[in-house]
């Protein structure tokens, strides 16, 4: 572009002043400045510092095959899929599998059970059942208040108790009456007890505890088993006020069966949804956005591919990065992919929610970014300068 020689001095100055600056690095263009040759992040990002957070830059780390043999070896034995955010959560909360939750041993009755109880030999103890009438009908529910009444034993507390436990107490009550008195206690009716299974669920709602232990798995699949928008890793179990993360997707890649916690009455189970499993791939992208991932397993080749790869037009492929923010300590991952191999680099290198994909602009292209912004200023003034204004006696304006 040649600047017309009626331009004033004062604007010719200017324009070129205004293009030196651009040459010096763009950066009066806001996000157009080059990302390339940096060993830190230029940006103090909160780092967990001890019990406190406090800005810091944080470095950047080339992607070698050495970093992702450390990043394999660092994630073995794993929590979680080895990429997953889960993993922190379950190291630094109570799991479901250990002390902080015991497991239930054997089913306690409680009020709204039904139980039916056989004395052998002696019918006129045993209601008879009839013809029409079900087991629950025939059945000796358990009061509100915990307890039941038998002929001759009288009224008993049975709420806490097993149907071993009173089977020995009735025996005990009877014994005074029945020699050798012979006893079942069965089952009838679970209705004392339930768990809450809410969330990603096919048929969310109340699932009866019964006298087979119900697991967290167990209690997902009464209810029809995962939705399609379910994340296995992040299922919230509620008990007695606190909440606890359970990562299913753990116990079938790795057995990790700890996570499979047994249930008791009340506990509330919450599929969430695979909504916060997402990674954003910006920058000199064919299609940039948002990405859902599936049961948090991506990488970054995957998530290129997925985005429609990089422009080839604009982008500069030895300067694509990976900002991961979702942990105490950020980290910036560096790629080189001027040569194809790369891209088996980037297969391996696997991303975990909220990671940040970025790829740089060629140089060239920041140039012409900046061009364009500056170019109608300078038609302007350059149309300007050679226009001939009849007020001023068709010279040019006194500025």
Same mark, same amino acid.
Request: with cysteine.
């Given at each position: ?26 950066? #009066? ?8 040759? @940096?060993?830190?992040?230029?940006? @103090? ?37 080895? /990429? ?5 959560? /379950? ?34 103890? /045993? ?20 307890? #039941? ?17 009173? @089977? ?9 009456? #029945? ?42 699949? +009464? ?94 492929? +030895?300067?694509?990065?990976?900002? +991961? ?22 297969? +391996? ?29 300078? /038609? ?20």
């Amino acid at each position: 572009m040649r600047l017309s020689s009626a331009v004033p001095d004062r604007i010719r100055r200017f324009l070129l002043a205004l293009i030196a600056s651009t040459l010096a690095g763009c950066s #009066i263009v806001p996000g157009n400045q080059s990302y390339s040759n @940096r060993e830190e992040s230029d940006v @103090r990002l909160p780092v967990q510092q001890g019990d406190v957070l406090a800005p810091a830059n944080v470095k950047i780390k080339p992607i070698t095959a050495e970093l992702i043999i450390d990043m394999f070896k660092a994630a073995r034995p794993p929590v979680g899929d080895g /990429t997953s955010a889960a993993k922190v959560a /379950t190291q630094n909360s109570p799991r479901p599998g250990g002390t902080d939750i015991k497991p239930v041993p054997e089913y306690k009755l409680g009020p709204g059970d039904i139980i039916s109880i056989i004395v052998w030999d002696h019918p006129e103890l /045993t209601i008879p059942a009839g013809s029409f009438r079900t087991a629950e009908q025939a059945g000796t529910v358990i009061a509100d208040d915990g307890t #039941i009444f038998f002929p001759y034993a009288g009224v008993l507390k049975v709420q806490g108790k097993t149907t071993s436990e009173v @089977r020995t107490l009735l025996s005990a009550k009877l014994a005074k009456y #029945i020699e050798k008195v012979q006893l079942d206690v069965r089952m009838v009716a679970f209705r004392s007890q339930q768990v809450y299974v809410v969330g990603e669920v096919a048929k969310p709602g109340i699932q009866q505890v019964t006298d087979i232990p119900m697991t967290i798995l167990e209690a997902v699949n +009464r209810a029809g088993g995962f939705t399609p928008e379910a994340d296995y890793s992040r299922v919230l179990l509620t008990r007695r006020g606190t909440t606890y993360l359970v990562d299913i997707q753990a116990m079938y890649d790795y057995g990790a069966t700890e996570q499979n916690a047994l249930l008791e009455q009340g506990d509330i189970v919450n599929v969430s949804d695979r909504s916060y499993n997402k990674i954003f791939v910006l920058g000199e992208i064919a299609k940039p956005g948002s990405l859902v991932m599936n049961k948090k397993r991506s990488t970054l080749a995957e998530a290129l591919s997925d985005a429609g790869y990089i422009n080839q037009n604009t982008s500069d492929p +030895r300067w694509i990065y990976v900002m +991961r923010g979702n942990t105490d300590t950020p980290e910036v991952f560096h790629l080189d992919s001027r040569l194809p191999d790369a891209m088996l680099l980037a297969d +391996r290198f696997p991303l975990r929610p909220r990671d940040i994909v970025y790829v740089d602009a060629a140089a060239v292209v920041r140039w012409q970014r900046v061009i364009a912004n500056i170019l109608p200023t300078a /038609t302007m003034l350059n149309l300007t300068s050679q226009t001939q204004f009849p007020l001023f006696g068709a010279r040019q304006p006194p500025f």
